[in-house]
């Protein structure tokens, strides 16, 4: 199993900036992928960053130059900059093993004031 740390989440207003952070523990030998997702109520979750072991990473096209995902052995910052109304949502955090199972995060509550 694998468990997170997850922070960095909060109440900011438009054109801010927020790091969050995920910091995975347990069988983490497992895991290739690790990054963010995010969900707004009644809405499907949605990938916002990843980043695997040799640092290619993969950002959505809604935040592409406005955030950047890094990773230091088993944790992964998201710094997200010009942050907009519309980033409003519960970030969660995911890894993904080399076996594709998915390992979820409880969440961290982002808002962001117009």
């Known amino acids: 199993q694998v468990q997170f740390v997850e922070s960095g989440g909060g109440l900011v207003q438009a054109g801010g900036s927020l790091n969050l952070s995920c910091a995975a523990s347990g069988d983490t030998f497992l895991i290739n992928h690790m990054g963010w997702y995010r969900q707004t109520a009644g809405n499907q979750r949605e990938l916002v960053a990843t980043?695997?072991?040799?640092?290619n990473s993969n950002v959505a096209d809604s935040l592409k130059g406005r955030s950047t995902i890094t990773r230091a052995s088993n944790t992964v910052h998201l710094q997200m900059n010009s942050l907009k109304f519309e980033d409003t949502a519960v970030y969660i955090c995911n890894a993904l093993s080399c076996g594709d199972r998915d390992y979820w995060g409880r969440g961290t509550q982002v808002t962001v004031s117009s």
């Open positions: 980043i695997d072991r040799g640092d």
